[in-house]
């Protein structure tokens, strides 16, 4: 389980990016051990077999990991902004990996399943001096 007691604060979190990369080995090695680590049923869950599949898993895991790894180290009172619409598209210049909106929410579900995150859910408000919120994700993934 996640580490940090805080509560996580709905206004205080950074923007999710299509485009994290890392080369740290560390970091790719936590990443694959963390996708080791979830049960079989999950990650054919995440990765389903068939002829049209394409298995994104490991590097929309990865996207997220890195991502969630920064947050943390800068400032562990910050959460990431998790998107969980179908909104987004796969082809388009601000997803250079093609990373599936799909993917990306059954990743984040696998990892608060898991207890490596906590989440909280999007918030919508009609009222115009409330401000809505995408979801957010917070915690250290630790192995």
Same mark, same amino acid.
């Given at each position: 389980?996640?580490?940090?007691?805080?509560?996580?604060? $709905?206004?205080?979190?950074?923007?999710? #990016?299509?485009?994290?990369?890392?080369?740290?080995?560390?970091?790719?090695?936590?990443?694959?051990?963390?996708?080791? #680590?979830?049960?079989?049923?999950? $990650?054919?869950?995440?990765?389903?077999?068939?002829?049209?599949?394409?298995?994104?898993?490991?590097?929309?895991? $990865?996207? =997220?990991? =890195?991502?969630?790894?920064?947050?943390?180290?800068?400032?562990?009172?910050?959460?990431?902004?998790?998107?969980?619409?179908?909104?987004?598209?796969?082809?388009?210049?601000?997803?250079?990996?093609?990373?599936?909106?799909?993917?990306? $929410?059954?990743?984040?579900?696998?990892?608060?399943?898991?207890?490596?995150?906590?989440?909280?859910?999007?918030?919508?408000?009609?009222?115009?001096?409330?401000?809505?919120?995408?979801?957010?994700?917070?915690?250290?993934?630790?192995?």
């Amino acid at each position: 389980m996640a580490f940090f007691d805080t509560a996580i604060d $709905r206004y205080q979190s950074v923007a999710f #990016s299509y485009t994290a990369h890392t080369t740290n080995h560390d970091l790719i090695e936590c990443v694959e051990s963390v996708w080791c #680590s979830f049960p079989e049923e999950t $990650r054919v869950e995440i990765n389903p077999v068939g002829p049209n599949s394409k298995a994104l898993g490991l590097p929309t895991l $990865r996207l =997220i990991v =890195i991502q969630l790894f920064s947050v943390w180290i800068t400032d562990p009172t910050l959460a990431l902004a998790t998107p969980r619409g179908n909104d987004f598209k796969v082809k388009s210049i601000y997803n250079p990996k093609g990373i599936n909106p799909e993917k990306v $929410r059954a990743v984040l579900d696998a990892l608060e399943a898991n207890n490596y995150i906590d989440t909280i859910a999007h918030s919508h408000s009609d009222n115009p001096n409330q401000k809505s919120t995408t979801s957010r994700a917070s915690g250290p993934v630790t192995v």
